[in-house]
């Protein structure tokens, strides 16, 4: 009989299928490798974990609990005059009530199978309101909420759920049919859905525009069977993003508003500056003024046009010390964009965060950061007010989706680095000293690669459609 771990216990609650595969046939399951954000995820989670042991000098830390049926871990216990009191420390600005409460209480009865008597359950967090002046203040740097009350309401409710997943995972022959994901959007889908969902094409229902955010819609085709894009019922009440991706869709037709696209392109003034930053989410504030979290901008690219039919100019930088980037990027920027011209960005709400961030910072900056808001020119607007619709962007507006269609012998594929998880990873390993020096050398010219790509594939869709109109 197979043990059932809390994390498993946590996955099952998410897809039990992809559990029982993850446990009788790994091969499928880990077919993939982690990628550089997952992988993030749990190194910030260990790191976080191994800090948050100094607010509990007397603590036991890392125990182990089975019996015949469970497994789990607890990351720090407390004895006190009565029983213990069992601290579950997250990785996390907040509590994600979905998850985190079920985690502990999953923890809780198998202690209390165990013996233990548990005076109370907390929940250790960071804190997203500190900010950090000099060495890290772990009273403050951490929130701790006791959630004793709500563990013991739901933890009879928990037990009853953890004895349906022991014995789902101890099946021995394969369940059938579709895994549950099949009643989300594709980018909450498990990572064996493809495994499991064999009669679902690769461009299904699941890709339609913030259909994860239509519970009823989904249910209502996956129940009807309806899976291929062009299946959709003519008659069901789709929003009208839907409605043209399943039209481009069906009759491999191009939507483009040249008139609106014209009225958005009129607003730019020249030169244009295509620019793109690159940052690292650091949990545990590196240095003075950050939170939790808060990003640290490392790179730039920047692409600049001084007239329509003129070729771009690049400059870029990329900070590889290890002491704060943040002045050195602020002040590269502003020695490379003038005091006129449109910036134009991708996701504007990304580098518009930045650029407050960067404000609130280096008060000297302030005005400048605010002059780069009043200028900004959003090209993903473009394809988000579907003024340009193709088939091939499957309801995206990802310029990972828009750049092949529109701007197809430019490509990410051959590059070292191809999205910015990655590029965040590697620069940390460059400034914590992960890598050689020789491997740091390369790792600088890569992303320097990536970043270029990025501020000139925006250059090359914003030409493409401006020698349309």
Same mark, same amino acid.
């Given at each position: 009989?197979?043990?059932?771990s809390?994390t498993?216990?946590?996955?099952?609650r998410d897809? @039990?299928?992809n559990?029982?595969?993850? +446990? #009788?046939?790994?091969d499928?399951?880990?077919? &993939?490798e982690?990628?550089?954000?997952e992988?993030?995820?749990i190194?910030?989670?260990n $790191?976080?974990? %191994? =800090?948050?042991?100094?607010?509990?000098p007397?603590?036991?830390?890392?125990?182990?609990f089975e019996?015949?049926?469970?497994?789990?871990i607890?990351?720090?216990? $407390?004895e006190?005059?009565?029983g213990?009191?069992?601290?579950?420390?997250?990785?996390?600005?907040? +509590?994600?009530?979905?998850t985190h409460?079920?985690? *502990?209480a999953f923890?809780?009865?198998?202690? $209390?199978?165990?013996?233990?008597? +548990?005076? !109370?359950?907390?929940?250790?967090?960071?804190?997203?309101?500190?900010k950090?002046?000099?060495?890290?203040?772990?009273?403050k740097l951490?929130k701790?909420?006791?959630?004793?009350?709500?563990?013991e309401?739901?933890?009879? &409710?928990?037990?009853?759920?953890m $004895?349906?997943?022991?014995?789902?995972?101890n099946?021995?022959?394969?369940?059938?049919?579709?895994?549950?994901?099949?009643?989300?959007?594709? !980018?909450a889908?498990?990572?064996t859905?493809h495994?499991?969902?064999?009669?679902?094409?690769e461009?299904s229902?699941?890709?339609l525009?913030?259909?994860g955010?239509?519970?009823?819609?989904?249910? &209502? *085709?996956?129940?009807g069977k309806y899976?291929?894009?062009?299946?959709i019922?003519e008659?069901?009440?789709?929003s009208?993003?839907q409605?043209?991706?399943?039209?481009t869709y +069906?009759?491999?037709h191009?939507?483009?508003?040249?008139d609106?696209?014209k009225?958005?392109?009129d607003k730019l =003034?020249?030169?244009?500056?295509?620019?793109?930053? &690159?940052?690292?989410?650091?949990?545990?504030?590196?240095?003075d003024?950050f939170s939790?979290?808060?990003q640290?901008?490392f790179?730039? !690219?920047?692409h600049?046009?001084?007239?329509?039919?003129a070729?771009?100019e690049? %400059?870029?930088?990329?900070?590889?010390?290890?002491?704060?980037?943040?002045?050195?990027? @602020?002040?590269?920027?502003?020695? #490379?964009i003038?005091?006129k011209?449109?910036i134009?960005?991708? #996701?504007?709400?990304f580098?518009?965060?930045?650029?407050?961030?960067?404000?609130?910072?280096?008060?000297?900056?302030r005005?400048?950061?605010? !002059?780069?808001?009043?200028?900004i020119?959003d *090209?993903?607007?473009i394809?988000?007010?579907?003024?340009?619709?193709h088939?091939?962007?499957?309801g995206?507006?990802?310029?990972?989706?828009i750049?092949p269609?529109?701007?197809?012998?430019?490509?990410?594929?051959?590059?070292?680095?191809?999205?910015?998880?990655?590029?965040?990873?590697?620069?940390?390993?460059i %400034?914590?000293?992960?890598?050689?020096?020789?491997e740091?050398?390369q790792?600088i010219?890569?992303l320097?690669?990536?970043?270029?790509?990025d501020?000139? @594939?925006?250059?090359?869709i914003?030409?493409?459609?401006y020698?349309?109109?």
């Open positions: 009989m197979k043990r059932l809390k498993d216990y946590i996955l099952y897809c @039990a299928k559990t029982w595969l993850k +446990i #009788h046939k790994p499928i399951y880990f077919a &993939e982690l990628g550089a954000f992988q993030q995820i190194e910030t989670g $790191e976080v974990d %191994v =800090v948050a042991r100094g607010l509990s007397h603590g036991i830390f890392q125990k182990r019996n015949e049926k469970y497994l789990t607890t990351d720090i216990l $407390e006190t005059k009565n213990y009191e069992v601290i579950e420390v997250k990785a996390t600005n907040d +509590i994600d009530k979905s409460y079920h985690d *502990l923890q809780i009865n198998v202690l $209390e199978m165990e013996g233990f008597k +548990i005076e !109370s359950a907390n929940i250790l967090h960071l804190n997203k309101d500190y950090r002046e000099g060495e890290l203040n772990l009273s951490f701790i909420e006791d959630v004793t009350e709500k563990i309401e739901i933890k009879e &409710e928990v037990l009853e759920e $004895e349906k997943a022991f014995a789902y995972i099946q021995k022959e394969e369940p059938r049919g579709f895994c549950s994901c099949v009643y989300r959007g594709r !980018s889908h498990c990572t859905f495994y499991s969902n064999p009669s679902i094409p461009y229902i699941h890709d525009a913030r259909i955010q239509s519970k009823k819609k989904l249910i &209502e *085709l996956v129940d899976f291929h894009i062009h299946e019922p008659n069901m009440e789709l009208q993003i409605k043209n991706q399943i039209q +069906i009759h491999d191009i939507i483009h508003e040249d609106l696209i009225e958005e392109f =003034v020249f030169p244009l500056y295509f620019v793109d930053y &690159e940052t690292f989410p650091a949990a545990l504030p590196r240095f003024g939790p979290y808060e640290i901008p790179q730039f !690219s920047l600049i046009l001084r007239a329509p039919d070729l771009p690049h %400059v870029d930088f990329l900070y590889t010390k290890k002491d704060d980037p943040s002045k050195s990027f @602020a002040e590269a920027l502003r020695d #490379h003038g005091a011209g449109s134009v960005v991708w #996701h504007k709400g580098e518009c965060g930045r650029n407050g961030e960067l404000g609130a910072r280096l008060p000297e900056y005005n400048f950061f605010r !002059s780069l808001e009043e200028r020119f *090209l993903e607007d394809f988000k007010k579907q003024h340009y619709v088939k091939d962007f499957r995206s507006s990802s310029i990972k989706k750049l269609v529109l701007v197809p012998e430019l490509s990410y594929k051959e590059l070292n680095i191809k999205e910015g998880g990655a590029a965040a990873d590697i620069w940390n390993k %400034v914590t000293k992960e890598i050689s020096e020789k740091k050398e790792a010219k890569n320097k690669e990536y970043c270029k790509l501020t000139y @594939a925006m250059y090359a914003w030409k493409k459609l020698n349309l109109l």
